[in-house]
């Protein structure tokens, strides 16, 4: 059995992939400071699992907390989801999401080499393809960044690809998510955004349960289908099960592995709201309204990267997908509260 830290476990990908780690039969030691989770998340995880995992509450920025969770475990692999993602926030507090995301990387990587311990797989975004709509996107695309929070993704990207070249014997692989969503069939774990939810599926369950009133749909001018943005939306579970193949992977000997996580298939707003109407039988009102800044009109991945080395590929549908999102939030109102 394998050991596997993961930074950020309490949160929503995290606690996911806490799950499939443990019920692939790796032992899980989370690390996670609850600015944006609830512990409650793990506790589920232990239920549904019917396995334990050691938490420890800490911030992946403070060196000797972490130093001290190395001295106790003899850990194989990190998974490192620790970090702050909201697009908004991250332009009125760049220094914060800077300081959180990227020393925070840095101290990481740090106490893990001197652990001895130099095997990462790392949660990037397809955040790092930028403005551009030159889909679908394969992961030898452009890189760019329109925002902090993207600059503290690429940043990492580049540090850890650098780190790589000084030192062989580090394995890292980068994981570029596009827009994961969903929740365990279970409805007992899922997203629970602090706040009015930035991002669609959140919103459409929190307008379903009757915390919000109306979606705002932003744009209907865009060149695509409907004039909706359209993204590749990918259940969580996928996006968990990807993690458990990638430490399962083969070791690269040049630079870090770069994997896209996506289905491949890219579904407009319109197309989400009446998939999420029609398989949970309930009307979500909205209205139309200006576009978002730093949006693009279509962003969905190439995947077939993921699958031919990791042999990973997404098996859940929209349909699971706006099912189990809305399995979670009637079952779970106000979240993890
Ligand atoms: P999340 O906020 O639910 O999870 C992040 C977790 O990290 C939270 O539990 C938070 O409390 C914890 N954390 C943050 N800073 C920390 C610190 N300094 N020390 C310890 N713990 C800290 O977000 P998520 O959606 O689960 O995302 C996980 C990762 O995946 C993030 O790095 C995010 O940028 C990346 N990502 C997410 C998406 C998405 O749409 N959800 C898309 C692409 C990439
Ligand atoms: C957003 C982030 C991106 C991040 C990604 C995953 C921005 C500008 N980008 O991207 O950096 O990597 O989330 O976390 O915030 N929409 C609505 N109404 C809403 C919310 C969204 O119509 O209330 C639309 C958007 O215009 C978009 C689609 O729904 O077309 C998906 O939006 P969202 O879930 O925020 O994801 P991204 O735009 O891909």
Same mark, same amino acid.
């Given at each position: 059995?394998?050991?596997?830290?993961? $930074?950020?476990?309490?949160?929503?990908? /995290?606690?996911?992939?806490?799950?499939?780690?443990?019920?692939?039969?790796?032992?899980?030691?989370?690390?996670?400071?609850?600015?944006?989770?609830?512990?409650?998340?793990?506790?589920?995880?232990?239920?549904?699992?019917?396995?334990?995992? $050691?938490?420890?509450?800490?911030?992946?920025?403070?060196?000797?907390?972490?130093?001290?969770?190395?001295?106790?475990?003899?850990?194989?692999?990190?998974?490192?989801?620790?970090?702050?993602? @909201?697009?908004? *926030?991250?332009?009125?507090?760049?220094?914060?999401?800077?300081?959180?995301?990227?020393?925070?990387?840095?101290?990481?990587?740090?106490?893990?080499?001197?652990?001895?311990?130099?095997?990462?797989?790392?949660?990037?975004?397809?955040?790092?393809? /930028?403005?551009?709509? +030159?889909?679908?996107?394969?992961?030898?695309?452009?890189?760019?960044?329109?925002?902090?929070?993207?600059?503290?993704?690429?940043?990492?990207?580049?540090?850890?690809? +650098?780190?790589?070249?000084?030192?062989?014997? #580090?394995?890292?692989?980068?994981?570029?998510?596009?827009?994961?969503?969903?929740?365990?069939?279970?409805?007992?774990?899922?997203?629970?955004?602090?706040? $009015?939810?930035?991002?669609?599926?959140?919103?459409?369950?929190?307008?379903?349960?009757?915390?919000?009133?109306?979606?705002?749909?932003?744009?209907?001018?865009? !060149?695509?289908?409907?004039?909706?943005?359209?993204?590749?939306?990918?259940?969580?579970?996928?996006? @968990?099960?990807?993690?458990?193949?990638?430490?399962?992977?083969?070791?690269?000997? *040049?630079? &870090?592995?770069?994997?896209?996580?996506?289905?491949?298939? /890219?579904?407009?707003?319109?197309?989400?709201?009446?998939?999420?109407?029609?398989?949970?039988?309930?009307?979500? &009102?909205?209205?139309?309204?200006?576009?978002?800044?730093? =949006?693009?009109?279509?962003?969905?991945?190439? !995947?077939?990267?993921?699958?031919?080395?990791?042999? #990973?590929?997404?098996?859940?549908?929209?349909?699971?997908?706006?099912? =189990? @999102?809305?399995? #979670?939030?009637?079952?779970?109102?106000?979240?993890?509260?």
């Amino acid at each position: 059995m394998q050991r596997i830290l993961v $930074t950020g476990g309490a949160g929503y990908i /995290g606690s996911h992939t806490c799950l499939r780690l443990l019920e692939a039969g790796y032992e899980v030691i989370a690390v996670d400071n609850f600015c944006n989770s609830n512990p409650e998340s793990l506790e589920r995880v232990k239920k549904l699992t019917g396995k334990s995992l $050691t938490v420890y509450e800490a911030n992946i920025c403070d060196r000797q907390s972490i130093k001290k969770i190395f001295e106790a475990h003899d850990i194989d692999a990190v998974i490192h989801f620790a970090g702050l993602k @909201a697009v908004g *926030e991250s332009v009125e507090k760049p220094l914060e999401y800077y300081y959180n995301n990227v020393y925070g990387t840095l101290v990481l990587c740090d106490v893990m080499a001197d652990a001895g311990v130099k095997n990462m797989v790392f949660s990037s975004s397809a955040t790092v393809y /930028g403005l551009s709509d +030159d889909v679908p996107f394969s992961e030898d695309a452009p890189t760019s960044a329109t925002n902090p929070y993207g600059r503290t993704k690429l940043f990492i990207e580049e540090i850890l690809s +650098d780190l790589k070249v000084a030192d062989k014997e #580090w394995s890292i692989t980068l994981l570029r998510y596009f827009n994961p969503v969903g929740a365990h069939k279970s409805g007992l774990i899922g997203e629970d955004p602090k706040g $009015t939810p930035n991002n669609l599926m959140p919103y459409i369950s929190q307008v379903a349960v009757g915390r919000l009133k109306q979606l705002q749909v932003l744009g209907d001018d865009y !060149p695509t289908i409907d004039g909706t943005g359209v993204r590749d939306y990918i259940h969580v579970m996928d996006i @968990a099960e990807g993690h458990v193949k990638a430490l399962e992977g083969p070791r690269v000997k *040049e630079g &870090p592995a770069v994997y896209n996580l996506g289905t491949g298939k /890219g579904n407009s707003v319109l197309e989400v709201v009446k998939a999420f109407e029609k398989v949970n039988g309930i009307v979500i &009102p909205y209205k139309i309204t200006d576009r978002r800044a730093g =949006d693009v009109a279509s962003s969905y991945a190439d !995947p077939s990267k993921a699958q031919k080395h990791l042999n #990973w590929t997404a098996k859940l549908t929209l349909n699971d997908m706006v099912r =189990d @999102a809305w399995n #979670w939030q009637k079952k779970n109102p106000n979240g993890y509260a």
